[in-house]
Each structure stands twice: as C-alpha cells, then as structure tokens.
C-alpha cells in the first residue's frame, strides 16, 4: 500500500459560511464530509485528515540563512490555497483517484492527490 495526500483546494477569500454559499450548504458538505471520513475509517485507508485555517493564518519560515527570517502570510500569493487534506493508505493511485472523487464530492472542493515519496 501507498500514503497519498489528498489535498482539497479552495478560495484563499472566504465567505461568512466559509467556502459555501450558504449556512445550509456548508453544513450540509460537513456532513457529507464526515460521512467520508467515516467511510474511510471503516474500509481501512484512513491514515489522517485535518481542516485548516484560511492561508492568511500562516508564518513562513526560511531557515536557509545564518538567522530564521519569519514572515506573516501564505508562501505563495494565490487565488487558492489548501483548505484541507486527507492522507490515506491505498493499494495504487487509481484506488486513491477513486477515493479524491468521493472526497470532492462531499466536501465540494477540488483535491489534488499526491503520492508520499519512499511509503510504498
């Protein structure tokens, strides 16, 4: 089996209901999302998952010099940021697309999978 981060991509600008247009809507893909996440337990690809806070939250860090220069804000200036992920355990990548599909349908963001390096 093989760890594949499932990244779930979204607006960096977010709304009152976050990503969602609606009160009913958010909680409704939080739903669907726990149910997912619920099913990934169940069939065994869970590894772990985790929301995060909007891109303006972040530090960068940049260690490469004598002394750690820190800056507020996302690394990149981007439209879109990664909102949240999964990293799962599956037996190949068409398992894993599989998977991203039924995770973008139930949270409503597109998500980006990637393969560990080194995991197989």
């Known amino acids: 089996m093989t760890h594949y981060l499932l990244a779930v991509h979204g607006p960096v600008?977010?709304?009152?209901?976050?990503?969602?247009g609606s009160k009913e809507a958010m909680e409704a893909a939080f739903a669907a999302t726990d149910a997912f996440n619920q099913r990934l337990k169940a069939e065994g690809y869970w590894v772990f998952a985790g929301g995060l806070l909007p891109a303006t939250t972040a530090t960068v860090v940049d260690g490469t010099g004598e002394a750690p220069v820190m800056t507020d804000g996302p690394y990149l200036e981007t439209?879109?940021?990664?909102?949240?992920f999964w990293v799962i355990d599956a037996p190949d990548l068409d398992v894993a697309?599989?998977?991203?599909?039924?995770?973008?349908?139930?949270?409503g963001g597109k998500v980006e999978v990637r393969p560990f390096e080194g995991l197989a």
């Open 13 to 20: 600008e977010r709304g009152e209901y976050g990503d969602y």
């Open 79 to 84: 439209k879109e940021a990664i909102g949240g």
């Open 97 to 107: 697309l599989k998977l991203a599909a039924d995770g973008s349908k139930a949270c």
